[in-house]
C-alpha cells in the first residue's frame, strides 16, 4: 500500500474568523492537528470537517481525494457550518436590511424557508453582467475564481472538478455503508466495489456533467447544461420536470456569486441511494453468496453503476424542488443475475 503524501489544506472555523495552514497525510492527523492549532478543548475524534459548499468529510479515503489548499472547516460532532451560499444571503441581509424592509414582498423574504430565500437570492442575482459568463480563463475573470483555493485555470475545469467530488462522495459513502455489513462475501462484494472504481476512473467520475465544453459534444458524455453553461432544473424525483413557471435555472459561469449558489442544487438520485440502492445490493451480494457461480459475482453491476453514478437515476434539482422525504413508489433492483 501506498504511504501517503503530506499535502497543505486550509483550516477554519464555522465562523470563518481564523483561517490555519495545517500540512498532514491523514484525516486522522488533521483532527489533532487542528485541535492543536485552535486550542480546542474536544479531543481529536470529538470533531469534524466539512467543505464550503456542505460535504461532510467523514473518511480517510474520501479526505486523500481532495487537492491541496483545499478549505475545510471544522465542527463539532453532529453539528454542520453554514455553507458559503446562506453566508452569502446573510451578508445580503445585513447590507440591504433597510431597503429589504421597505416593502410586504420582501418582507416575505425573511418569512419563508431557507430554500425559498436562495430561490429568491438567485433571482437578485440575475441582474450580474451575464457578459462575464462567457469568458472561461482565470485571467480573464479573476473575481469569479476568488476565494477559491484551486489548482483551476478555467471555469470549466473548476467546475468538472465539482461534478466529480459529487460523485467521489456517492462511491466512498456507498463503499463505506456496505463494508459495515459484516455478513456479506468478502470477494464479491470486493470484486463489485473495484468494478465500480474502475468504471468510474474511465469514465473521469463523470466530471463532465458540470463542464459546459461537454454540452455540444458526444451525447454519451454531455453536459448537464447547455453551451453557455445554463442548467435547468429536471423537477421533483417523482415528476417529469420542473413544475415552477419559468423552470429554475442558473449559470453558475456567470459570476461568483451564481457559482456559490449553485452549489445549493442537488445531484438527487431518484431511486435513493441510501434507502433502496444500499438494501438492494446487500440482499443481491448475500444471495450471490450462496450462488456463487464459476466463483464470479452474479450481481448486477452495470444496473448498480448507472443507479448509483448516471443520469439514469440522477437528476439536477434546485433546492426548491429538492424533496428529502422518501421516495416510496422508487425501488432499486434487484441486483441479482440469475
Not at 495545517?22 to 492543536?36: P, Q, R, S
Not at 465539482?162 to 470477494?187: H, N, V, W
Not at 438492494?280 to 448507472?306: F, H, Q, T
Amino acid at each position: 500500500m501506498m504511504t501517503a503524501m503530506t499535502k497543505g489544506y486550509k483550516v477554519t472555523d464555522a465562523e470563518r474568523k481564523t483561517r490555519v495552514g495545517i500540512a498532514v497525510k491523514n484525516l486522522e492527523e488533521l483532527k489533532k492537528k487542528t485541535v492543536d492549532k485552535f486550542k480546542l478543548a474536544h479531543c481529536p475524534d470529538e470533531i469534524d470537517f466539512q467543505t464550503p459548499d456542505g460535504t461532510l468529510v467523514d473518511n480517510d479515503e474520501y479526505f486523500q481525494t481532495l487537492p491541496a489548499q483545499t478549505l475545510l472547516i471544522w465542527v463539532k460532532n453532529g453539528e454542520r457550518a453554514e455553507t458559503d451560499a446562506e453566508l452569502l444571503y446573510k451578508t445580503i441581509r445585513e447590507v440591504n436590511e433597510e431597503y429589504l424592509n421597505a416593502g410586504e414582498k420582501v418582507q416575505e423574504f425573511f418569512t419563508e424557508k431557507m430554500k425559498n430565500k436562495v430561490f429568491k437570492l438567485a433571482e437578485v442575482l440575475k441582474g450580474i453582467d451575464v457578459e462575464k459568463a462567457k469568458l472561461s480563463a482565470k485571467i480573464d475573470h479573476p473575481e469569479w475564481f476568488e476565494g477559491l483555493g484551486t489548482r483551476a485555470k478555467t471555469k470549466e475545469e473548476y467546475l468538472s472538478m465539482r461534478a466529480q467530488d459529487r460523485i467521489r462522495m456517492y462511491f466512498y459513502k456507498t463503499k463505506e455503508e456496505l463494508l459495515k455489513a459484516t455478513e456479506l462475501p468478502p470477494g464479491t462484494l470486493c470484486n463489485l466495489l473495484n468494478d465500480l472504481q474502475s468504471k468510474l476512473k474511465l469514465n473521469k467520475y463523470h466530471g463532465y456533467y458540470f463542464d459546459r465544453n461537454a454540452a455540444a459534444g458526444d451525447a454519451n458524455v454531455s453536459a448537464l447544461c447547455n453551451v453557455a453553461g445554463v442548467f435547468t432544473c429536471h423537477g421533483r424525483w417523482d415528476k417529469n420536470g420542473c413544475l415552477y413557471n419559468p423552470s429554475h435555472s442558473i449559470n453558475p459561469y456567470t459570476s461568483r456569486e451564481e457559482r456559490i449558489v449553485f452549489q445549493t442544487w442537488n445531484l438527487d438520485h431518484q431511486v435513493e441511494r441510501s434507502r433502496s440502492i444500499i438494501p438492494a445490493i446487500r440482499e443481491a451480494l448475500r444471495e450471490s453468496g450462496k450462488i456463487m457461480r464459476d466463483e464470479k459475482p452474479s450481481v448486477d453491476i452495470k444496473a448498480i453503476y448507472n443507479d448509483l453514478f448516471t443520469l439514469n437515476n440522477l437528476k439536477l434539482v434546485h433546492i426548491v424542488c429538492h424533496d428529502k422525504g422518501a421516495h416510496v413508489t422508487k425501488k432499486a433492483g434487484p441486483y441479482l443475475i440469475t
